[in-house]
């Protein structure tokens, strides 16, 4: 019995230090690369540009929606001022102004972020398509087998984030 699992086990074992050599051998030529997604929304001329137009698109109505918060609170500060004298019909009209322009500060303020988060949003769906077009090139060109945008964590040595970035750039 020992005879036959030694002359079954020295095959498999040899087989297996096969395998392990061929994968190894594979594994070098196997290339990754990295890209910090968050870097291109950040550093990328085209996410810059895209933050600049959002802010020209959404100023006139932030400082709107500024200009309520400011007129609610002060209208609010002299109505706590003010309502200890007030007769009671007075303090009770006011306390309905005060709640339906907080009503309409807040359905102004929820709606000007819904809309600025929908244009942001395009805005950098835009840059991603044009930036994945530019790691699909990168990775064509320098042979990379894999290349990822999110990892909990990745050795400098493959992060081609630079590379994305210069292309990018390069763009008009």
Known sequence: MKTY?????RPLLAL???????????????RI???????????ANLAKAAQTKLEQEFSRREKEVAGLASQLKSASEKFEREAPTLPESQRVTRQRQLVELDRDFQR????????????????????????NRVIKQVAENEKYDL????AVYINPKHDITDKVLSGLNSLK
């Open 5 to 9: 699992f030694r002359s079954l086990v």
């Open 147 to 150: 290349v990822i945008q999110e």
């Open 33 to 43: 690369g990295f890209v910090n997604t968050e870097r291109i929304f950040r550093e």
């Open 108 to 131: 102004k303020q929820r709606e000007f972020q819904e809309d600025l988060n929908l244009r942001k949003n395009e805005e950098l769906q835009q840059v991603l398509e044009r930036a």
């Open 16 to 30: 297996a230090a096969c395998g392990l050599l061929a994968s190894a051998a594979l594994a070098q030529d196997f």
